[in-house]
């Protein structure tokens, strides 16, 4: 990259910093915006947890401030997160989830700070309270945000479909990854201790265990499949669902025979070096990351055709079915499971498609543009 590019503080305001899939891209961030001269802070609205991303981003150089709320809607929040950012006086406030967007929206407008606000999910089943929720949430970024990002074409269609608000103004940038994929020993490594020959299939679903995420359609896949087929599906993660989950694989025959269950991972770049298949039959989402995963460490996909997921896979990375077709993800798996050649081909065209369209330097230059027209958009920097 030619030159280096004039620096640009940027606090992300975020309701807390569990692991999650929004949380873990600051981690990414944290790496890539040097490179472009983004100089990062993170504000976290919630009490800071034990083995949250709060000390890997610390540990990666970033400066990390909690308000120490014990809830989300607390009303000290506003003047908390202004007495926050009049010491760290950032050029632009980029806030995350719907919390964070009202907390930090009124806090930007009091200080006359540029705002930039990120969309991570589609929230098209809310009660009424959720409903009202979301409702502050639209107006705090239509009143304060120069732009609102939308993590996919699917989210930004939902957003301006379902909410009144200047389409201008919403823009698409998918989020992108720091390739940490693990290398052949790797593979091995995980696969010896799965238990999974190298001659048998390895098809892997890495997301929480709660519900639409599809892990029940999985199960009732794997028990769909041919005696003699090589697949071994790996369900790697916790969540709510997990024990009715560990129930319904052992009921249906197939827990420690087709179906194990390793739990929470963190070391998710040497699980997809282990993998031959990456699952993810979700009933909606936004943009799993884990499937981005996938793209980089070049692993053929089967999942739904919903939400952002046709915009990860593409034409070519993998194979679509309908959501809750339980019988076509098994044709799908058994598919890919019995033919090499053409996980080979996905594997490749994953792989380019990754580097294209999904690589980090490609998504923290994107956000650079955005916070450049924020800033021109509004109010001027720190005198």
């Not at 990120?118 to 009143?143: C, P, W």
């Not at 998918?174 to 091995?188: H, L, S």
């Not at 420690?256 to 929470?264: A, E, L, M, S, T």
Request: glycine share 10%; net charge positive.
């Amino acid at each position: 990259m030619p030159g280096r590019p004039s620096p640009l503080r940027v606090c992300h305001v975020i309701h807390d910093l569990r692991r999650g899939g929004a949380e873990h891209l600051l981690l990414d961030l944290a790496e890539l915006s040097p490179v472009v001269g983004l100089e990062m802070t993170v504000l976290s609205l919630m009490e800071e947890e034990r083995r949250s991303f709060a000390d890997d981003l610390r540990a990666a150089g970033v400066t990390v401030g909690t308000l120490g709320l014990r809830t989300r809607w607390d009303p000290r929040a506003a003047r908390r997160t202004a007495r926050l950012l009049r010491r760290w006086r950032p050029d632009v406030v980029h806030t995350h989830l719907k919390h964070a967007d009202i907390v930090g929206a009124v806090a930007a407008r009091d200080l006359g700070i540029p705002m930039v606000s990120t969309l991570h999910v589609v929230e098209d089943e809310a009660g009424f309270v959720g409903r009202l929720k979301q409702r502050a949430a639209v107006r705090a970024r239509a009143g304060t945000a120069a732009r609102t990002i939308a993590v996919s074409d699917a989210v930004r269609r939902w957003y301006l479909d379902t909410h009144r608000v200047d389409p201008k103004t919403v823009v698409t940038i998918r989020n992108g990854i720091v390739d940490r994929t693990g290398d052949p020993g790797d593979r091995a490594a995980v696969r010896d201790e799965w238990g999974v020959c190298e001659d048998r299939v390895l098809v892997v679903m890495v997301a929480i265990m709660r519900p639409g995420k599809g892990h029940a359609d999985v199960l009732e896949a794997a028990a769909m499949l041919p005696a003699g087929s090589p697949v071994v599906i790996a369900l790697v993660g916790l969540g709510p669902e997990h024990e009715r989950l560990f129930t319904k694989a052992r009921d249906l025959g197939v827990l420690g025979k087709r179906v194990i269950v390793p739990g929470y991972r963190e070391d998710v770049g040497r699980i997809m070096a282990a993998a031959d298949v990456v699952v993810q039959p979700s009933r909606a989402d936004a943009l799993p990351t884990s499937l981005i995963r996938a793209l980089a460490a070049g692993v053929p996909i089967v999942a739904t055709r919903v939400g952002g997921i046709p915009e990860i896979v593409g034409a070519e990375a993998g194979n679509l079915v309908e959501p809750g077709d339980v019988g076509g993800l098994a044709r799908e798996i058994s598919r890919l499971g019995d033919d090499p050649t053409t996980r080979r081909l996905m594997a490749k065209r994953a792989r380019e498609r990754f580097e294209e369209e999904f690589d980090g330097w490609v998504w923290v230059g994107r956000l650079r543009d955005v916070y450049e027209e924020a800033l021109g958009l509004g109010p001027d920097r720190w005198s």
